[in-house]
């Protein structure tokens, strides 16, 4: 995918402002999900502030290394919501833990 591409879709997966993801990700919950690496942090912690630096970085700022990332994330976000558990979401670890990558499902 060219730069461009992966822009907007970065934008279309990612709906949480870099300030609401902070404060997302101070939280227990969102610590008590996702995948462990080595250090005790989960990959979509990790990844969620990277997140935010990549929501504060200029366009002419990033990488391929940050687009390379922006892809990752857009790929997680649409397998995760293609496996959408049924009833109510708000309180699942589901949820919590694409709001790790940036993506509220219930906005």
Do not use: C
């Not at 200029?58 to 857009?74: G, I, S």
């Amino acid at each position: 995918m060219d730069q461009r591409t992966v822009t907007d879709e970065f934008g279309k997966a990612v709906n949480m402002t870099p300030k609401e993801l902070e404060r997302w990700l101070d939280s227990g919950e969102s610590r008590a999900v996702g995948q462990k690496d080595g250090g005790g942090e989960s990959v979509g912690h990790a990844s969620g502030r990277r997140i935010i630096d990549l929501l504060r970085k200029r366009k002419a700022e990033r990488t391929d290394d940050d687009y390379a990332h922006m892809n990752k994330v857009v790929g997680y976000v649409h397998r995760h919501l293609a496996q959408r558990p049924s009833g109510d979401v708000r309180d699942t670890r589901w949820r919590y833990s694409l709001m790790n990558w940036g993506h509220d499902p219930l906005k």
